[in-house]
């Protein structure tokens, strides 16, 4: 589902097949195996129970030993993966600008109301990361966000945070 | 036969209520604008209207979001003919061909003829549906805990063995999926597990931040920045009609992906999209001008647009009849009509033969709304296409912080949803299947309460889902597409997947 657009640097699958490294099948079985690993350590608080009586730990336990077995299988198969070193991400810094402006937004939204967080994210993105010119950036943060809150609180009683000025 | 006619019949009478005619024109329009929009697939957009619904009656509901469902189906089609995006993931196949018929100056017929193979399918889907749901629902009255069991269990190996990507992977996301479903208190023992100390995780993480995190979130952070405002086509009315000859050769795709969409949508996993790949494979294979298809070859249009709405009704037979959803829609759609009290399963049919034959009549409304809507105001929705992405996906992300805030006014939901949009980020880049996640969440609770049901029957024997002749049954069948979607990688053979086109995906 990409939108295009962005030029990937091609290279030649071979040569990268042939680089040496970690690969990314790999490293992401060996992710798999640590969440596993982890879960499993959580999860010895919780009673597994027997097998005429499973506890609440019982099912947790089976699913991080299928997990972590997945992984390792697919940490084992994935010789043939592309090199992790390989792997680009272009868009990884926009992506944590984003993500990081949505957290702002997450911590703003009651405490400042939906209006206003809604307004300073919208500017965020569109004035600042985007780069658009003020003036569009005023009306889409402005209209999209009272026009939002009309439809979704106002017309469909959904409540929506207010700010400490009631707005 | 006699009295499933009269069961439509008080359907319809349901249906036809203007009321409810106009939450089907509204869903299909939603629908058909969020189908369009590059992040915006039909589970987010479901997901982001579930909280509109909460304040309406449990019919109306579903068939609001069941508009919105087909109409994304409609609405991604649109935008894979005339400029190459899929607005869902469902159209890819259709861009192949699509697209290419629109450089070839053919826009129109491809639209028409995705609309109509759209509107035959979802048809014939529904009636599928309206024929297998009541069957299956008074056979699963049969079914107890080792039953549950043996029926989740078998879905998941099907989903393995269907899933569009690595098997492994497949599988290894259900148990992330299943594990993220044991997160809060455990039903049985009154435990709360791994919760962090978090009290509003004691309720659980809902479906709505992960399937919004997971697939609009992460599609946005993959996109932004990415793309400007291309030139679209705007076809118009006349231009719209297919030759008698591209009927013709549109007539059997057509049928084909019907039936196929229809029974790949019973299984879980992301049956409308496989069911497109599949269906589109199928079309290439038996062509007698293969070389046609990548160059504007119509069958490529009719087979798999048909499929992916065939599929999106054969969804709706498990979740109704049986109460099991098979993907992460039909999931967020039993979660839209849980909250109004209503549980879907074998015993709706019976108790509440209202809501299941009136949501069966909308979606014949629902249908013909559909085609009634694109194809005459197909020139009107491409305008949303000249909005740029830059300025679209910041007010989409607004939207989904909007719409999982609103399911229960939770804050820690924006929280799951961002982090969910950061996990999906990173497992697409990794080429991760992240349906079965969804779908393991939604499962996770079912699958371990019929298990410890199961066990607590037989005293911890496991022999109770061997003793059960049914269970028996849905096991080893699980068991065979299990060992099916081994033997590649054991063998180092080719699976079905290669000769589709699957796996460069």
């Given at each position: 589902?990409?939108?295009?657009?962005?030029?990937?640097?091609?290279?030649?699958?071979e040569?990268?097949?042939?680089?040496?490294?970690?690969?990314?099948?790999?490293?992401?079985?060996l992710?798999?195996?640590?969440l596993?690993?982890?879960?499993?350590w959580?999860?010895?608080?919780?009673?597994?129970?027997t097998?005429q009586?499973?506890?609440?730990?019982?099912?947790?336990?089976?699913?991080?030993?299928?997990?972590?077995?997945?992984?390792?299988?697919?940490?084992?198969w994935?010789?043939?993966?592309?090199?992790?070193?390989?792997?680009?991400?272009?868009?990884?810094?926009?992506?944590?600008?984003?993500?990081?402006?949505?957290?702002?937004?997450?911590?703003?939204?009651?405490?400042?109301?939906?209006?206003?967080?809604?307004?300073?994210?919208?500017?965020?993105?569109?004035g600042?990361?985007?780069?658009?010119?003020?003036?569009?950036?005023?009306?889409?943060?402005?209209?999209?966000?009272?026009?939002?809150?009309?439809?979704v609180?106002?017309?469909?009683?959904?409540?929506?945070?207010?700010?400490?000025?009631?707005? | 036969?006699?009295?499933?006619?009269?069961?439509?019949?008080?359907?319809?009478s349901?249906?036809?209520?203007?009321?409810?005619?106009?939450?089907?024109?509204?869903?299909?329009v939603?629908?058909?604008?969020?189908?369009?929009?590059p992040?915006?697939?039909?589970l987010?957009?479901?997901?982001?209207?579930?909280?509109?619904t909460?304040?309406?009656?449990?019919?109306?509901?579903?068939?609001?979001?069941?508009?919105?469902?087909?109409?994304?189906m409609?609405?991604?089609?649109?935008t894979?003919?005339?400029?190459?995006?899929?607005?869902?993931?469902?159209?890819?196949?259709?861009?192949?061909?699509?697209?290419?018929?629109?450089?070839?100056?053919?826009?129109?017929?491809?639209?028409?003829?995705?609309?109509?193979?759209?509107f035959?399918a979802?048809?014939?889907?529904?009636?599928?549906?309206?024929?297998?749901?009541?069957?299956?629902?008074?056979?699963?009255?049969?079914?107890?805990?080792?039953?549950?069991?043996?029926?989740?269990?078998?879905?998941?190996?099907?989903?393995?063995?269907?899933?569009?990507?690595?098997m492994?992977?497949?599988?290894?996301?259900?148990?992330?999926?299943?594990?993220?479903?044991?997160?809060?208190?455990?039903?049985?023992?009154?435990?709360?597990?791994?919760?962090?100390?978090?009290?509003?995780?004691g309720?659980?993480?809902?479906?709505?931040?992960?399937?919004?995190?997971?697939?609009?979130?992460?599609?946005?952070?993959?996109?932004?920045?990415?793309?400007?405002?291309?030139?679209?086509?705007?076809p118009?009315?006349?231009?719209?009609?297919p030759s008698?000859?591209?009927?013709?050769?549109?007539?059997?795709?057509?049928?084909?992906?019907?039936?196929?969409?229809?029974?790949?949508?019973?299984?879980?996993?992301?049956?409308?999209?496989?069911?497109?790949?599949?269906?589109?494979?199928?079309?290439?294979?038996?062509?007698?001008?293969?070389?046609?298809?990548?160059?504007g070859?119509?069958?490529?249009?009719?087979?798999?647009e048909?499929a992916?709405?065939?599929?999106?009704?054969?969804?709706?037979?498990?979740?109704?009849?049986?109460?099991?959803?098979?993907?992460p829609v039909?999931a967020?759609?039993?979660?839209?009509i849980?909250?109004?009290?209503?549980?879907?399963?074998?015993?709706?049919?019976?108790?509440q033969?209202?809501?299941?034959?009136g949501?069966v009549?909308?979606?014949?409304?629902?249908?013909?709304?559909?085609?009634?809507l694109?194809?005459?105001?197909?020139?009107?929705?491409?305008?949303?296409?000249?909005?740029?992405y830059?300025?679209?996906y910041?007010?989409?992300?607004?939207?989904?912080?909007?719409?999982?805030y609103?399911?229960?006014?939770?804050?820690?939901?924006?929280?799951?949803?961002?982090?969910m949009?950061?996990?999906?980020?990173?497992?697409?880049k990794?080429?991760?299947?992240?349906?079965?996640?969804?779908?393991g969440?939604?499962?996770?609770?079912?699958?371990?309460?019929?298990?410890?049901?199961?066990?607590?029957?037989?005293?911890?024997?496991?022999?109770?889902?061997?003793?059960?002749?049914?269970?028996?049954?849905?096991?080893v069948?699980?068991?065979?597409?299990?060992?099916?979607?081994?033997k590649?990688?054991?063998?180092?053979?080719?699976?079905?997947?290669?000769?589709?086109?699957?796996?460069?995906?």
């Amino acid at each position: 589902m990409a939108t295009g657009g962005r030029k990937e640097v091609v290279s030649d699958p071979e040569a990268e097949q042939k680089r040496g490294g970690l690969k990314s099948d790999q490293f992401s079985g060996l992710m798999l195996v640590a969440l596993a690993l982890y879960v499993g350590w959580e999860n010895r608080v919780y009673p597994v129970g027997t097998l005429q009586e499973p506890g609440p730990g019982y099912m947790p336990l089976l699913l991080v030993i299928f997990l972590g077995a997945m992984g390792l299988l697919i940490a084992l198969w994935g010789a043939r993966s592309k090199p992790l070193a390989a792997m680009q991400w272009p868009e990884a810094t926009r992506a944590v600008v984003i993500l990081v402006a949505c957290g702002f937004a997450a911590f703003a939204l009651e405490r400042i109301g939906y209006r206003l967080t809604v307004i300073a994210l919208l500017v965020f993105l569109l004035g600042v990361l985007e780069r658009k010119r003020p003036v569009p950036v005023a009306l889409v943060a402005l209209g999209f966000s009272f026009a939002s809150f009309y439809v979704v609180g106002d017309l469909l009683h959904v409540p929506l945070p207010r700010s400490p000025w009631g707005f | 036969m006699v009295e499933t006619f009269n069961d439509l019949l008080l359907g319809f009478s349901v249906a036809l209520q203007p009321s409810i005619l106009v939450y089907a024109f509204v869903g299909c329009v939603i629908g058909t604008l969020v189908g369009m929009m590059p992040g915006l697939g039909p589970l987010a957009g479901i997901s982001l209207l579930l909280p509109a619904t909460f304040g309406l009656n449990p019919i109306i509901a579903i068939v609001l979001l069941a508009g919105v469902y087909y109409g994304a189906m409609y609405g991604g089609s649109t935008t894979s003919i005339l400029m190459r995006i899929p607005g869902e993931a469902a159209s890819v196949m259709t861009c192949i061909d699509g697209y290419a018929m629109t450089q070839n100056g053919r826009a129109g017929p491809a639209l028409a003829i995705a609309a109509i193979g759209s509107f035959i399918a979802g048809t014939l889907g529904v009636i599928g549906l309206m024929l297998l749901a009541p069957t299956l629902a008074a056979f699963a009255l049969r079914f107890g805990p080792p039953e549950y069991t043996a029926l989740l269990l078998m879905g998941l190996f099907i989903l393995a063995y269907m899933s569009g990507g690595s098997m492994l992977k497949t599988l290894a996301m259900a148990g992330l999926g299943l594990l993220i479903g044991m997160i809060g208190i455990d039903i049985m023992s009154g435990y709360t597990r791994f919760s962090f100390n978090i009290v509003e995780l004691g309720d659980g993480v809902g479906i709505v931040p992960v399937a919004v995190g997971l697939f609009g979130v992460s599609e946005i952070l993959l996109t932004a920045g990415g793309a400007t405002a291309p030139d679209v086509q705007r076809p118009k009315l006349r231009d719209l009609i297919p030759s008698r000859e591209e009927f013709r050769l549109s007539a059997g795709p057509i049928a084909r992906g019907s039936l196929l969409g229809f029974l790949i949508g019973i299984i879980p996993g992301s049956a409308h999209i496989i069911s497109s790949f599949v269906s589109y494979g199928i079309e290439r294979r038996i062509s007698k001008h293969p070389e046609r298809f990548g160059n504007g070859a119509i069958e490529g249009v009719a087979g798999p647009e048909s499929a992916n709405n065939a599929a999106a009704s054969g969804a709706f037979v498990p979740m109704l009849a049986l109460g099991i959803p098979t993907s992460p829609v039909t999931a967020v759609m039993i979660a839209a009509i849980m909250v109004h009290g209503v549980l879907p399963g074998p015993m709706l049919i019976q108790q509440q033969p209202e809501l299941f034959w009136g949501f069966v009549a909308s979606m014949y409304v629902g249908n013909v709304v559909l085609l009634i809507l694109n194809l005459p105001m197909v020139g009107l929705f491409v305008n949303l296409l000249r909005i740029p992405y830059s300025y679209l996906y910041p007010c989409i992300l607004c939207f989904c912080i909007l719409g999982t805030y609103s399911v229960a006014n939770n804050l820690i939901d924006v929280w799951i949803l961002l982090a969910m949009g950061a996990i999906g980020y990173v497992l697409r880049k990794f080429r991760y299947d992240l349906a079965p996640v969804a779908l393991g969440l939604v499962l996770a609770p079912m699958i371990e309460l019929s298990l410890r049901q199961s066990l607590a029957m037989s005293a911890g024997d496991y022999g109770i889902f061997l003793e059960r002749p049914i269970a028996t049954t849905m096991l080893v069948l699980g068991l065979i597409m299990f060992l099916f979607a081994l033997k590649p990688l054991v063998f180092k053979g080719k699976d079905w997947r290669s000769t589709v086109g699957l796996e460069n995906e």
